[in-house]
């Protein structure tokens, strides 16, 4: 037995080398002895999107703990929830959010020698990371509702819904209840700028220069685009978190005058010949600017029927992950404000 620890020790302390292995070779004693596997994240907790950095531990016979070294945890069978393992270790999380609100993020590692000698572990979701800006549309909707998660007493569920496009979703932590953490941008299209006027031609000999083309007008911006906003039956507030700017689009800029094109020369010997330049044209006028979109209008949805009215709702992965968390609320009860 002390012979077994001593080579622990040393698989842990003689493994310099990024590409030697803290276990030995095929045969060794070692891999016979582990126990299990521990997965070591660099935090606790992590947002969607973030990358979860990792370092692991076989346990052996024992109690004793052997670090791993890249090379083995290279060979590790490594897969999860809501994450992607990657090369170096670290696991990519999925930017979805509702892919970890129920089972968070998982990590499973074995080891390939000895599938059976295998860890797990969870990484809390976190949210806040990246406050959600949205780019909205000539009309829109954003939906909100609040459900608990096996981390959460309560967190919202907010929807970026536009027709045609897939709906955006993000979710907001208690910590992020605060007016105007949802920011969606719908301003008006900018409309184009007018066409510059033509050179005009140079004189020739003893002739006038040709007069400049005149710019064209620029063109007027677009509305703004109208945002509603649909919420959870006696939640009035989630309104409040989201802010919606929705000005018109900037005029274009008038078209660049023309210039007039140059004098031709005198003709030798002759004083009688004084040709001109051509006037320049004239500077297209700016576009108007469009109208601003009107505030959103609110309307309420009994939670119950909130999501299925949702686009969301025809992902079945989504709605399971709804219908799970609606569950779940209506088990424990949901804290409201």
Excluded at 131 to 139: C, Q
Excluded at 273 to 299: E, I, L
Aim: proline share 7%.
């Amino acid at each position: 037995m002390k012979r077994f620890f001593a080579a622990a020790l040393c698989g842990t302390a003689c493994a310099s080398s990024p590409g030697s292995s803290a276990l030995g070779g095929a045969d060794s004693k070692l891999v016979t002895s582990a126990r299990g596997l521990n997965i070591l994240p660099a935090s606790p907790r992590a947002c969607p999107g973030e990358f979860i950095g990792a370092k692991y531990e076989v346990r052996l016979a024992g109690g004793t703990n052997l670090p791993l070294t890249e090379s083995d945890v290279a060979s590790l069978v490594r897969r999860g929830t809501a994450v992607e393992p990657s090369r170096n270790g670290g696991w990519q999380t999925s930017v979805n959010p509702l892919a970890s609100a129920v089972t968070g993020f998982r990590l499973s590692a074995a080891l390939s020698r000895d599938t059976s000698i295998q860890g797990d572990t969870v990484v809390v979701p976190t949210y806040g990371c990246r406050p959600p800006v949205w780019i909205g549309a000539s009309h829109a909707h954003v939906r909100l509702g609040t459900v608990r998660t096996p981390f959460y007493d309560s967190v919202v569920v907010a929807t970026l819904e536009i027709a045609g496009r897939a709906p955006v979703v993000a979710v907001l932590g208690p910590d992020d209840w605060h007016r105007g953490a949802i920011r969606v941008n719908a301003a008006g299209r900018d409309g184009s700028p007018g066409r510059d006027g033509r050179r005009g031609a140079d004189g020739t000999e003893c002739s006038n220069g040709e007069d400049g083309g005149d710019g064209t007008d620029g063109h007027d911006g677009g509305p703004g685009g109208q945002v509603d906003i649909i919420v959870e039956s006696g939640s009035s507030w989630l309104a409040d978190l989201v802010a919606v700017s929705n000005p018109g689009g900037h005029g274009g800029t008038g078209g660049r005058a023309g210039s007039g094109g140059r004098a031709g020369s005198p003709s030798r010997g002759s004083d009688k010949c004084t040709p001109k330049g051509g006037r320049p044209g004239q500077q297209g006028a700016s576009g108007h600017d469009g109208t601003p979109g009107t505030p959103p209008v609110v309307t309420s949805v009994p939670l119950s029927l909130l999501w299925s009215g949702s686009p969301l709702w025809s992902d079945s992965t989504a709605r399971a992950t709804l219908t799970t968390l609606i569950e779940l609320s209506a088990r424990t009860g949901a804290s409201r404000r």
